[in-house]
């Protein structure tokens, strides 16, 4: 085990689990700035890992009935088409330049949209009934996902929550990872068929995680949530420009 992406996966579990920012927004760029992969690389590594982590943490909210699954349906009908989709474009300019730059602007602008769903954080539920679209529209985030691994979790909870705003935390929560789940996995065996996943280190990032969520839980009430939320969302938007321009 390489124990630097061990302490790796440790620090970036920690944050998320104190701060609910999601994984990818921080894993993604860690992968391609501090380990020197390529975007596409980073992109199908962070999503084995994303499957690893989260299924754990579904089986958890699944057990206490916080997951509502026909919205999850729902969503399902509309990301998975979408990253089918996506992943046949990406096999279509595999290897090229410009896949490489379509990367780079899609991680840009997944982190500026995570940045800004950490500042623009949930007051607190709304008693009424939720609107009755059918949330199947969300699921156009699975290309996304598939272009930059971000955006299952920070935007798709945070969408949830303005669709759903009646419903509690916990199940927002909970839907939302019965969707990242699977999609997630669906994403990781594109870029795997295309070559783009690192095992090795998805393994070890992992293996940080455990203790990272386990230290995450005890720190989550003694930290200034507010302040390192707009700390991280200013590290994520200065990430995002430095891929953009």
């Not at 939720?130 to 920070?154: C, D, E, Y």
């Amino acid at each position: 085990m390489d124990w630097i992406l061990a302490a790796t996966g440790m620090l970036i579990a920690t944050l998320v689990t104190v701060t609910g920012v999601g994984g990818g927004s921080l894993m993604t760029p860690t992968l391609m700035f501090g380990f020197g992969l390529p975007a596409a690389t980073a992109v199908g590594t962070d999503l084995l890992y994303a499957v690893f982590t989260k299924s754990g943490a579904l089986l958890s909210y699944a057990r206490d009935r916080r997951v509502h699954w026909s919205t999850v349906g729902w969503m399902l009908a509309g990301s998975v088409p979408a990253v089918v989709v996506t992943t046949a474009l990406l096999a279509l300019f595999h290897g090229a330049a410009l896949q490489e730059r379509f990367i780079h602007v899609a991680v840009g602008a997944a982190l500026i949209l995570s940045a800004l769903s950490m500042v623009l954080r949930r007051r607190g539920d709304v008693a009424g009934p939720h609107p009755a679209a059918r949330p199947a529209w969300l699921g156009a985030g699975g290309a996304l996902v598939v272009l930059s691994s971000i955006g299952a979790g920070t935007l798709g909870t945070a969408l949830l929550t303005r669709l759903y705003p009646g419903r509690p935390l916990r199940e927002i929560v909970g839907t939302e990872l019965a969707q990242a789940v699977p999609l997630a996995a669906l994403a990781a065996g594109g870029h795997f068929l295309l070559g783009q996943v690192d095992w090795r280190i998805a393994i070890d990032l992992a293996l940080g995680a455990v203790p990272g969520i386990w230290l995450g839980r005890r720190l989550v009430h003694r930290l200034p949530d507010k302040w390192m939320r707009y700390t991280l969302a200013v590290v994520l938007t200065g990430a995002a420009t430095k891929l953009i321009v």
